[in-house]
Structures are given as structure tokens and as C-alpha cells.
């Protein structure tokens, strides 16, 4: 979860109305997207039943009032085909997510505004109400003392190795099987990938060493580092290439005539 988010009022507003501490919104939010990920990738999680969404999310609560305050707080859309969507999950889902629809030539559902006003409104509304929502509005179309705002989304993956970090973790915990070690917390898992970010490493390549079919799913973190992230420290220095090599090195450095003169009796 991105440090943004813990912070915005939607976050807040649904710790308040649920009565959760802190840890607990994170949680259930955090168990929420991944459901999606594994259920209703193209955040259709609406067409799940509400008790089997409480199911997956350990609510232990009524599970229509957890619904109810998702919807108020902005966190599920009301949707008119699939009943329930997950706000903005296109844009915020996990890279891999993304690409996973893409392969398989899937879209993703969103909540766009209706072309035209219903048929049938009201009585009570003003009788002159347009027949059709304006297709954009332009400055000339607005009083003089006004201005369009910049609707330019801000480029949050920008900021750091946060946003791969992020989505390489839910990757992670996506594909993972079995039960995790106690030491292999959310926080945990995206310092590790964070740090391999900042060493280089490309994101695509990490994630699709996650990915990879063959890989065992039960395998803890430690180990994955080890054999993925941290190749380059485990190769030592380069063998000699010739016994004068061998006998330099012996006179430059007497820490390694041990280990060089089995490799030159080696030889010779």
C-alpha cells in the first residue's frame, strides 16, 4: 500500500466507520485487492455475493454494512453490469495484473458516465434540463472569472523505487504457497525487492523470475533473494588465467598464497 493512501481521507473515513485501528484497514484493504488479483481481476468483484467478499476478508461483522462503507468511503464503485467494481483498479492494479489482461486479451470494467440523461426524472426537477451531457467543456463555454482546471494525472510511480517495490511485493504474495516465516511481512518483502530496485535491477526481470511456472511457490523470500536478486554476490574473483598470474597475485597479496598455491600445485 502506498504511503499516499494511509494518509487520504477516504482512508480515514473507512478506519472511522468501521472502527478499525490502523493495521486492521490496512489489512483488509491490502486482502481486498488481493481477492481481486485472484478472483475478479478485472475488478469485478461484484460479481461475488457480499457474505462470500466478508468470507474472503475475514469480516467477521455484517457483511452488507461492510459493503455499504466500502461503496461510501470510494473504495468499491457501484457498477451497472457487474454490480461491484474496485475505484480506479485499472490504473492502481499491480503491473503484472495488468499484464496478465493483456495476454489474454481481457479489459478491464470501469464506472464511465452515462452519454445521455435518463428518459424520465423527477417532477419535482426544473423542466429545462439539458437532453444530453456536454461532451467537454471548453474555457470559452465558462464565465470569464473562471478557468478549467489541470486534469493532468501526477506521475506517482516517479518517486523512488516505491510504486515497483509495491507492486513486486503483491506479486509476490499473489503467487506464494504454503505458509509464509513470521519475519516475511509486507513491509519486510518490499524492503527487499526496494533494495534490489536500487541496485539495478529491472523490475520486468524480477517479476517475471516470480512469475516463473517452474519456480517452487513454497520457497520463503530468503531463499528467493538469494538465488535472484543477489546473484552478483556470490560470484568471487576471477580464477588466474596463467601460472604467472598465480605467482603475481602469491607475491601481492600473501592473504591469498593459501588458497593460490593449491590452485598453482593445482596446475603444475
Given at each position: 500500500m502506498k504511503t499516499t493512501t494511509i494518509i487520504s481521507m477516504k482512508f480515514l473515513k473507512l478506519k472511522r466507520k468501521l472502527g478499525l485501528p490502523h493495521w486492521q484497514a490496512v489489512g483488509l484493504l491490502e486482502s481486498m485487492?488481493?481477492?481481486?488479483?485472484?478472483?475478479?481481476?478485472?475488478?469485478?468483484?461484484g460479481r461475488?455475493?457480499?457474505?462470500?467478499?466478508?468470507?474472503?476478508?475475514?469480516?467477521?461483522?455484517?457483511?452488507?454494512?461492510?459493503?455499504?462503507?466500502?461503496?461510501?468511503?470510494?473504495?468499491?464503485?457501484?457498477?451497472?453490469?457487474?454490480?461491484?467494481?474496485?475505484?480506479?483498479?485499472?490504473e492502481h492494479c499491480p503491473n503484472f495484473v495488468k499484464g496478465v489482461m493483456t495476454r489474454h486479451g481481457k479489459t478491464f470494467v470501469s464506472s464511465t458516465l452515462p452519454s445521455k440523461l435518463p428518459s424520465s426524472l423527477p417532477s419535482n426537477l426544473p423542466s429545462n434540463l439539458p437532453s444530453s451531457l456536454p461532451e467537454q467543456a471548453?474555457?470559452?463555454?465558462?464565465?470569464?472569472?473562471?478557468?478549467?482546471?489541470?486534469?493532468?494525472?501526477?506521475?506517482?510511480?516517479?518517486?523512488?523505487?516505491?510504486?515497483?517495490?509495491?507492486d513486486l511485493t503483491t506479486a509476490w504474495n499473489f503467487?506464494?504457497?504454503?505458509?509464509r516465516p513470521g519475519n516475511e511481512t509486507f513491509p519486510k518483502v518490499i524492503e527487499v525487492f526496494a533494495e534490489a530496485l536500487r541496485r539495478g535491477m529491472s523490475p520486468s526481470v524480477i517479476a517475471a523470475a516470480i512469475e516463473d511456472p517452474k519456480r517452487d511457490r513454497t520457497e520463503p523470500l530468503f531463499l528467493f533473494s538469494d538465488r535472484e536478486l543477489r546473484p552478483q554476490q556470490r560470484k568471487g574473483p576471477a580464477a588466474p588465467k596463467s601460472t604467472e598470474e598465480i605467482l603475481n597475485l602469491m607475491s601481492a597479496d600473501p592473504r591469498q598464497r593459501d588458497v593460490l598455491g593449491v590452485a598453482y600445485n593445482g596446475r603444475n
Amino acid at each position: 500500500m502506498k504511503t499516499t493512501t494511509i494518509i487520504s481521507m477516504k482512508f480515514l473515513k473507512l478506519k472511522r466507520k468501521l472502527g478499525l485501528p490502523h493495521w486492521q484497514a490496512v489489512g483488509l484493504l491490502e486482502s481486498m485487492w488481493v481477492f481481486a488479483m485472484a478472483n475478479a481481476m478485472a475488478g469485478d468483484i461484484g460479481r461475488h455475493s457480499n457474505e462470500d467478499i466478508a468470507t474472503a476478508l475475514e469480516w467477521a461483522g455484517d457483511a452488507d454494512q461492510l459493503i455499504e462503507n466500502l461503496v461510501a468511503t470510494g473504495w468499491l464503485d457501484v457498477h451497472p453490469d457487474c454490480r461491484l467494481s474496485i475505484h480506479d483498479w485499472e490504473e492502481h492494479c499491480p503491473n503484472f495484473v495488468k499484464g496478465v489482461m493483456t495476454r489474454h486479451g481481457k479489459t478491464f470494467v470501469s464506472s464511465t458516465l452515462p452519454s445521455k440523461l435518463p428518459s424520465s426524472l423527477p417532477s419535482n426537477l426544473p423542466s429545462n434540463l439539458p437532453s444530453s451531457l456536454p461532451e467537454q467543456a471548453t474555457q470559452s463555454t465558462l464565465p470569464s472569472n473562471l478557468t478549467l482546471p489541470n486534469l493532468t494525472k501526477p506521475n506517482l510511480t516517479g518517486a523512488g523505487q516505491e510504486a515497483p517495490a509495491h507492486d513486486l511485493t503483491t506479486a509476490w504474495n499473489f503467487y506464494a504457497r504454503g505458509s509464509r516465516p513470521g519475519n516475511e511481512t509486507f513491509p519486510k518483502v518490499i524492503e527487499v525487492f526496494a533494495e534490489a530496485l536500487r541496485r539495478g535491477m529491472s523490475p520486468s526481470v524480477i517479476a517475471a523470475a516470480i512469475e516463473d511456472p517452474k519456480r517452487d511457490r513454497t520457497e520463503p523470500l530468503f531463499l528467493f533473494s538469494d538465488r535472484e536478486l543477489r546473484p552478483q554476490q556470490r560470484k568471487g574473483p576471477a580464477a588466474p588465467k596463467s601460472t604467472e598470474e598465480i605467482l603475481n597475485l602469491m607475491s601481492a597479496d600473501p592473504r591469498q598464497r593459501d588458497v593460490l598455491g593449491v590452485a598453482y600445485n593445482g596446475r603444475n
